[in-house]
């Protein structure tokens, strides 16, 4: 039952409640199985920023708060506590790859993303980058999984800089532009496509 009968929850009433549940870090939300309450007037930008009824919420501890019980059930994202589960809208992704580190080279390259609030993303076999295109511009949009079906935008100024990083590979049976990282080569794009 949903901790408020009648009305879908408050952002604050469920920033209680996620304060409660996220002790130690960040909660096991995939575990849990609570009702649905509705939806809250709570969207990401594809910048990264977080807005509760049309204004961004300005107190980063309350967005690092909400993203932390943020979770992914089919193609909808809910805001979940042990209590209660209300959807969210998301433009892209919830996350926002703002920057990354990269230590040593080629096959032996890791690769570290930093998003906008605060996680630190070991791209590898838990942690794929993978890049879309957009069908009519051909715009690449490279993505790093950060959690549990949960995504990180990787920011333009930080793509320009891991195209710096990346090698030629091959990769099914083609030659692909792209970036290793613990062991694991990700494809940017088909060698040929480039000048």
Not at 51 to 58: Q, V
Request: with cysteine; charged share 25%.
């Amino acid at each position: 039952m949903c901790a408020q009968k009648t009305a879908t929850p408050t952002a604050e009433a469920l920033a209680a409640s996620a304060r409660s549940a996220a002790k130690g870090g960040i909660p096991p939300v995939h575990d849990w199985d609570p009702p649905y309450c509705g939806d809250l007037d709570i969207r990401i930008a594809r910048d990264g920023t977080w807005f509760y009824l049309g204004t961004p919420i300005g107190r980063e501890a309350l967005v690092r708060l909400f993203s932390s019980i943020l979770r992914k059930d089919d193609d909808r994202y809910y805001l979940v506590t042990p209590v209660e589960k209300v959807g969210i809208t998301v433009d892209d992704a919830p996350f926002v790859a703002v920057d990354f580190e990269a230590e040593g080279s080629e096959h032996d390259q890791a690769l570290t993303f930093f998003t906008q609030v605060g996680d630190a993303v070991p791209a590898g076999p838990d942690h794929p980058i993978r890049v879309a295109r957009d069908p009519d511009t051909g715009e690449p949009a490279p993505y790093v999984l950060v959690r549990a079906r949960l995504e990180a935008l990787i920011d333009r100024k930080s793509f320009y800089r891991l195209v710096e990083h990346g090698a030629h590979a091959d990769h099914d049976g083609a030659r692909w532009f792209g970036v290793w990282s613990r062991g694991v080569f990700f494809p940017i794009i088909p060698s040929a496509e480039l000048p």
